[in-house]
């Protein structure tokens, strides 16, 4: 294996990572101190409301979930305003993203579209082996030739199934 196989995995599987990265804190989010507060004043009164299930005690207990109601409204709008400003600042990475995966990509296939980027014995790529290969078979060696193209394609592949795979290791709690 070539160190420019290996050099071009490692970009691939980086952008690939940052990419996964993105994708969990937006669907991760995030919480304020505001939103959390808000959480345990529902909560307490919520739990306060049905401790009071007398019938000497439902007036008490009816404010208490009015009041609750209302707080959930005012923790919706603050959710609803700030899942708005992530997401356009999650927006703005990801077009930066996907801008900086083509000129790193189109660098790499100006750079190894003359000479291949790794060779691979017949046997490992038995029923692919056309697919893969660049200009054919090394004749010194009888290895597959394989070039920048097909090679960016498979590590992309296998370097977005294991972020998928290891994603969890991204955003710990």
């Given at each position: 294996?070539?160190?420019?196989a290996i050099f071009v995995f490692l970009i ?89 995966k083509v000129l790193i990509y ?68």
């Amino acid at each position: 294996m070539s160190l420019g196989a290996i050099f071009v995995f490692l970009i691939v599987s980086a952008l690939q990572l940052v990419d996964r990265y993105l994708d969990l804190a937006r669907k991760r989010g995030s919480q304020s101190e505001e939103q959390i507060k808000l959480r345990l004043e529902i909560k307490q009164l919520l739990q306060e409301a049905n401790q009071l299930s007398t019938p000497s005690t439902f007036a008490q207990a009816a404010k208490l979930k009015r009041l609750a109601a209302a707080k959930e409204k005012e923790l919706a709008k603050i959710q609803e305003q700030n899942t708005k400003k992530t997401q356009s600042l999650y927006d703005k990475y990801r077009k930066f993203l996907l801008v900086a995966k083509v000129l790193i990509y189109a660098l790499l296939v100006l750079w190894f579209w003359s000479t291949p980027v790794t060779t691979v014995p017949q046997h490992l790529l038995q029923p692919f082996g056309k697919m893969f290969s660049w200009r054919g078979v090394d004749s010194a060696t009888g290895h597959i030739v394989v070039g920048i193209l097909p090679w960016m394609f498979l590590t992309s592949r296998v370097s977005k199934l294991l972020c998928e795979k290891f994603g969890f290791v991204l955003l710990r709690p």
